[in-house]
């Protein structure tokens, strides 16, 4: 499938004709006035719902199921508010970057309407053409992550075997691109956690992982890296690694037997490594005295839902060995061995809080 432009008579860029070989369409965007375009609203004068009708309009149009009456349809929906027209507009405006989409996001967006990945998916192309222009490059972060080569959801694992016989195995809620060249071997973290087991290669590349924060050569090595919401961590199990921050500062050596945290500026010293800290590869979760917010993060990506630890509650510390595949029996489980209430407020939100003690 090919996506083809054509300018209207009415001076309306239409980037939205759908054209193939076999099953050509005729474009699903009459053209609009020009003062419906000049007149272009702020990104926050279009609400977020009208936003996300558009978004689902684009998306009904590019079906092989639309007729006659979908464009009838449409075409209504538009001329009946100027913000419809507006936001249509907007649609458009992307369709350059909308192009691009990664196939597995167009399949989300086409799947049943019922579908709960649809509906992620069309809320994400509604928000992110609410921000517009400049606004884009700063809701890349998610947006990049879901568009990843790789990725991984709540409570899936999975294991990529790369061209050179390099090993990668994702941990759940992990997003990766890989990136090789004929000068280098790059994979870039932008979510989550990986267990990393180099190959040599024939062509002698360097291989490295790239996360926000900076840059884990490989020096013939196995090591994990994980990013999290304000740096990364690196833990080397052979080999070792040299990590640079992206920013400045200067490179630091971490040897097998060793793991160390990185900001964009400055490599934290290395500590003795945490032999557990790849157990979730056997689906486990091995805790010696982990801080609980930091366990509650690691489960977090095995339930649906957030997970919330109470300030509270962040003093406690958890021992242990877990099973993942049952999140809520952890979350159960933790009630017994520490002073602590669960608390279901809805599907989506738990909260771990301090037990309150009872006056008597």
Known sequence: MAWARRRSPRGWACRWRRSSATSPRRCCCAALPIDAVSGLSPSSAIPLAVRKQAVTWLVELQSATADEDTHRRWRQWRDADLTHAQAWARVAAFGDTLQSLPPHIAQAALQAPSSAARRKALKTLALLIGVGGAGWLTAQTPWRAWSADHVTGVGERATLALEDGTEVQMNAGSALNVRYTAGARRLQLLRGEILVTTARDPQGRPFSVDTEQGNARALGTRYLVRQLADHSAVTVFEGAVELRPARAGQPRRIEAGQQASYSSVVVDPPQPADDAASAWVD????????????????????????????????????????????????????????????????RYWTTVSLKKIEKK
């Open 283 to 346: 689906g486990m979760l091995v805790a010696q005295d982990m801080p609980l917010p930091v366990f509650l993060e690691a489960l977090d990506r095995y339930r649906e839902g957030r997970l919330y630890c109470a300030p509270d509650a962040a003093h406690l510390t958890v021992s242990g060995t877990y099973p993942l595949a049952d999140a809520d029996r952890v979350l159960a489980l933790l009630q017994t061995t520490l002073p602590v209430t669960v608390d279901h407020y809805t």
